[in-house]
């Protein structure tokens, strides 16, 4: 090992990243290797990923990689992730044709951050994980652009089981779709997931979707019991270059859980996210087991479609919580459609503030605070204006009603805090739980702070 003094890093010395450090013992007995720090560039890059060990990192020098990044077979452990990441500036993987810029096969416990995926308008996707399994994969500050060819090509795709991702701070714009996890056909299940502080932008279709799911396959180490999947903090904008006609999607879709088995009891909790404009479909639709809350609907486009949808898709809505949103449209707030089968106590709207002109349809409605989309103005502080200074905050003496019981929430995460943040009284309805001057985030097509 020698240091890099540019950096401060350590590095291997020996060219072609050769070998795993070996400590030897005054007895000469060899120990298992430890956790290492390496840099590489455009021409060795995929030597010195093939090699790398539990708990090691690898810094990629700024430039254009011609060649996609293959991470085949390679697993860290708890605790030892493997790390590859942007040394300061972006890396610059540059799409090929025939070939998915980053593929993830057969892998656990990695790490991708501040790396940079311009798809040049080439018919291949940014991330995708292929293979048996991709588990406990980290996707961090990633910016991945200009795969917008065709509707199918994809930002960040998961095409195998995929469970424990954690896909934080990205910045996806101009894509067919933005992330698409699971398969149209229900395999290749995604679960357990932290989908948190993204912008995804300007994409032909979805932003998000996740596929409905057959029952799992059983795999080694694969978590069997209930689990939450988990999309907060992002910023969902269709407010450009979206599809139309039979083509057209909604923002966000989230299909159900499995039937039985493994998975049955899984939740989505859908929290603190920014929605933002959809010309020609909802901003989102799901079904199966759903908590959503805390969000912010605003599309003041005109458009048949309802900012919130919760129906039959592959399956029907099961368990349903919608409370604490704030919701802006023109002609539908929230609708809900169920099938014979589902009780109606199932499927809960509780302390949402829904301005339309079809404000709530279906379901089972307490305590909501609903108007016609013509009183918008009368009740938020700039409604009206273009993205970077809207505000959907309450105007003072604004939505406020009798305190609801916060307890009826105590299940999902961050349920007491509101859209800022902010500890909750139970007595505001929409997304905020305050009135007059806005202490939290900027309305802005960015990616929401961390926290």
Known sequence: ???????????????????????????????????????????????????????????LEPGQYLRRLDIDGLTGTPGKLITIEGAGGRPVFLANP???TIVIRDAGYITLRNLEIDGRGMMVNGVRSTGRFAHHIVLDDLYIHDL????????????????DWRVSRNVIIRAGTGMYFGNSNGDHPFWGGV?????????????????HQNPRPALPGMPTGPRKTIIRRNVFSKAAGSAAGNEARPNVLVGHWPLNGPG??????IYGNFFYQNPSEALFQGEGKIALYNNLFYNSQDNEYPAVAIQPH???????????????HRWKGIRVTQKEGVEEHE???????????????????????VAPYADVPDYFQHPAAPIGTLSLFPKPGKLQGRPINLGTFADYLESDRDFNGQKR?????????????????????????SR
């Open 1 to 59: 090992m020698v240091t890099d003094a540019k950096a401060g890093r350590h590095r291997h010395p020996l060219p072609g990243w050769a070998g795993s450090i070996i400590l030897v013992s005054a007895l000469g007995a060899t120990h298992p290797a430890l956790p290492a720090e390496f840099r590489a560039g455009p021409d060795d890059f995929q030597q010195a990923v093939d090699r790398l060990k539990p708990g090691d990192t690898l810094f």
């Open 98 to 100: 025939d070939n998915d």
């Open 148 to 163: 917008g060819r065709y509707q199918q090509i994809v930002g960040i795709s998961s095409k195998c089981p995929a469970w």
């Open 195 to 211: 989908i948190e502080n993204n912008l995804v932008s300007e994409t032909l279709g979805y932003n998000l979707q996740i596929k």
């Open 264 to 269: 049955k009891d899984d939740e989505y909790l």
């Open 314 to 328: 592959n399956d029907i809505p099961r368990k349903v919580r919608i409370f604490f949103n704030t919701v802006l």
């Open 347 to 369: 499927l809960r709207i509780i302390g949402n503030a829904v301005f339309s002109d079809a404000p709530l349809q279906g379901g089972q409605s307490s305590e909501n605070l």
């Open 425 to 449: 009284d139970g007595r505001f309805r929409g997304a905020y739980s305050a009135a007059g001057r806005n202490p939290g985030w900027k309305l802005s097509l960015a990616r929401p702070p």
